[in-house]
């Protein structure tokens, strides 16, 4: 697909006919799905179109192949930039900002941790921490979902994995919307808490030097050990490797769970069938993975391109969209309805190629959990439309709060 004949003016022409789409990176919604409809309209009218936001310019595909084949390509694409509004970041995620062969060592050095066998042995705690979750709001008639289960289910188990107190959720969960959740006006407090949670872990991990327990199975202990090529890592690597793994553990299947039981809370035959057939509670996991997507990919172009149609400059930034992807109408028959039967689907969800998520196990066997306990408990609920309902978007698609009643 390289484009190698191609003159710098006739790039600058070419781009500047790029359809231009209408798309704020920051703005969520006050109504009930606003980011994935707008999305959806754009995705309609174009296959790919350029964003002249006012932090950055970048490029957006919204096909599926375009979206999977752009994924695949680190020849063509570096991971360097994973937030398109932040083309020269302060910070380096790790190892979702690193190209092989940097790349390669540190998914080695986590992929045990996250590994089907690990994740079988944390299946008692999963449903013990839910039953503790949910039983209590059983009887209250209601509750904010997002608050009161879907932000402390995923996070007290990811705590437990990176061998963090639980009783410092609220402390975490505080520091994770002020990273995560800006509005693109608080750029300074977000690098703020990412600083504030870098020296929490350096500080945990001087102590754990001091006080090393030989037993320890959880992240933080482990990392002291860590070594690549031979050489211990380096004690900032280690820092910016843990702000990543905070981040994505406390968020990522948080969001996910939002949008699921939105989808039941306001589709009573489908709530009924998950409250009633266990049996597809996997099956529903993957196709609520297909049809609520959630994170904004971002890259940096590696050389000039012309890629799926669109001129493209080395150095320009790109964004690969994944909730494009999974309600890509030319991909999946009605992509944006809800299919409990509609079987196995290649989606994006968990993005793909070299940078596909080390987690994507652990996320599903939470989501099938937190579906089969809440179910058992409270099988009847709606969203409640007296209270207010927002949402964010970013780099992740999710909601704010998530108000439901039974």
């Known amino acids: 697909m390289s484009d190698t004949g191609a003159n710098a003016t006739t790039r600058s022409t070419a781009a500047s006919q790029c359809p231009v789409g209408d798309w704020d990176y920051f703005a969520g919604g006050q109504a009930p799905m606003t980011a994935y409809r707008k999305m959806d309209a754009l995705s309609d009218q174009h296959e790919f179109f350029r964003v002249d936001d006012p932090h950055n310019s970048y490029y957006v595909f919204t096909r599926y192949d375009a979206i999977l084949d752009g994924l695949q390509r680190p020849d063509l694409f570096s991971s360097s930039v994973s937030v398109v509004v932040d083309?020269?970041?302060?910070?380096?995620?790790?190892?979702?900002?690193?190209?092989?062969?940097?790349?390669?060592?540190?998914?080695?050095?986590l992929g045990g941790y996250f590994s089907p066998g690990r994740v079988e042995r944390l299946m008692p705690s999963m449903r013990e921490v839910c039953a503790t979750l949910i039983e209590p709001l059983a009887g209250q008639g209601g509750c904010d979902f997002m608050a009161d289960f879907a932000q402390r289910f995923p996070s007290t188990i990811f705590l437990t994995i990176l061998g963090l107190d639980a009783g410092d959720l609220p402390k975490f969960l505080a520091?994770?919307?002020?990273?995560?959740?800006?509005d693109g006006s608080q750029l300074q407090d977000q690098y703020a808490a990412m600083t504030e949670v870098?020296?929490?872990?350096?500080?945990?991990?001087?102590?754990?030097?001091?006080?090393?327990?030989?037993?320890?199975?959880?992240?933080?202990?482990?990392?002291?050990?860590?070594?690549?090529?031979?050489?211990?890592?380096?004690?900032?690597?280690l820092l910016n490797?843990?702000?990543?793994?905070?981040?994505?553990g406390l968020d990522t299947v948080a969001s996910q769970l939002g949008w699921g039981f939105y989808h039941l809370a306001t589709h009573e035959a489908d709530r009924r069938r998950i409250a009633t057939e266990p049996a597809i509670h996997d099956k529903a996991v993957e196709e609520f993975l297909r049809a609520y997507p959630m994170v904004m990919t971002g890259r940096k172009v590696r050389q000039d391109v012309t890629?799926?149609?669109?001129?493209?400059?080395?150095?320009?930034?790109?964004?690969?969209?994944?909730p494009a992807a999974g309600r890509d109408n030319t991909q999946f028959p009605d992509a944006r309805e809800v299919d409990l039967d509609?079987?196995?689907?290649?989606?994006?969800?968990?993005?793909?190629?070299?940078?596909?998520?080390?987690?994507s196990h652990l996320a599903r066997v939470e989501l099938e959990v937190a579906l089969d306990e809440w179910h058992r408990r409270i099988p009847d609920y709606r969203l409640d439309q007296t209270q207010p309902f927002t949402e964010h978007t970013g780099g992740v698609f999710g909601l704010d709060k998530l108000p439901l009643v039974w």
């Open 87 to 109: 083309p020269d970041p302060p910070y380096k995620w790790i190892p979702l900002q690193l190209d092989a062969p940097e790349h390669n060592a540190w998914r080695r050095l």
């Open 175 to 182: 520091w994770e919307h002020r990273i995560l959740h800006t």
């Open 198 to 237: 870098t020296g929490f872990f350096s500080d945990l991990l001087d102590e754990r030097r001091k006080n090393p327990d030989p037993n320890a199975e959880d992240i933080v202990s482990n990392a002291l050990n860590w070594r690549i090529d031979g050489e211990p890592c380096r004690h900032e690597d």
């Open 241 to 248: 490797c843990l702000l990543l793994l905070f981040m994505a």
């Open 307 to 322: 890629f799926h149609g669109c001129p493209l400059n080395a150095g320009e930034i790109v964004m690969f969209p994944q």
């Open 342 to 359: 509609r079987g196995t689907t290649r989606h994006t969800s968990f993005s793909a190629g070299p940078h596909r998520c080390l987690g």
